[in-house]
């Protein structure tokens, strides 16, 4: 994990946390590491959507949070493609501390679920011709929201219990894309905050 990536087209084992807790990804298999991509301004993770992953054991549960992801989505041909996940989907589904992901069969539409409780945003256009999207959600009390660009959604009625058997993973199988940079922490941040993250990850995907 010293060695850091040198070229376009690289395969990618680690992607350290810049937080200091050290809660890196890490993907030990070489065929299933993504590969670090850039067009010299602009610098992302590439996926195959057969089995690339990053992931780390189970981030410490909280029932308040917030995640940001900015991405985009090359091919979405079938299922339901985790883009990010922290935890499992119980039976119930309140394992989930988040859990983004795409739906085949609704190509318009991303979702993010906390615990028992989904939230949609339907876009303008399919989701593999909209190009990088900066997705911000956070959840407290009970509700959750989420935004894409000046699309949004909310809920309330969570229910988020532990489920440590899971584990926290950016870019799973099915997932066709790119991943251009994450943010994830443990208290639900201000509206300045998340105004502030939305402008950061576009940055990222804008180069």
């Known amino acids: 994990m010293t060695v850091p990536v040198l070229a376009d087209g690289d395969p ?5 946390d810049k937080s200091g ?3 890196d990804l890490i993907q030990s298999i070489d065929a299933r590491r993504p590969l670090y991509r850039t067009d010299g301004t602009t ?3 590439e996926y195959d959507g057969i089995d690339d992953a990053l992931s780390v054991v189970q981030l410490p549960f909280s029932t308040e949070a917030t995640v940001g992801l900015a991405f985009s989505v090359l091919s979405n041909p079938s299922g339901y493609p985790p883009v990010l996940r922290n935890g499992t989907a119980a039976t119930d589904g309140s394992g989930r501390q988040p859990m983004i992901y795409l739906d085949a069969n609704a190509p318009q539409v991303v979702k993010t679920w906390w615990g028992n409780r989904g939230l949609a945003v339907t876009l303008p256009a399919q989701v593999t011709q909209m190009g990088p999207l900066s997705l911000v959600s956070s959840t407290a009390g009970g509700a959750a929201q989420m935004r894409i660009g000046a699309l949004s959604a909310s809920t309330t009625g969570i229910s988020m219990t532990p489920d440590m058997s899971g584990n926290f993973a950016v870019g799973m199988a099915g997932f066709v894309g790119r991943i251009y940079g994450v943010v994830i922490c443990d208290t639900e941040q201000p509206p300045e905050a998340l105004d502030a993250l939305t402008a950061h990850l576009g940055t990222l995907s804008a180069g």
Do not use: E, F, Y
Not at 12 to 16: C, E, I, N
């Open 12 to 16: 990618v084992g680690a992607m350290r």
């Open 21 to 23: 807790h050290g809660r």
């Open 43 to 45: 610098h992302w993770l």
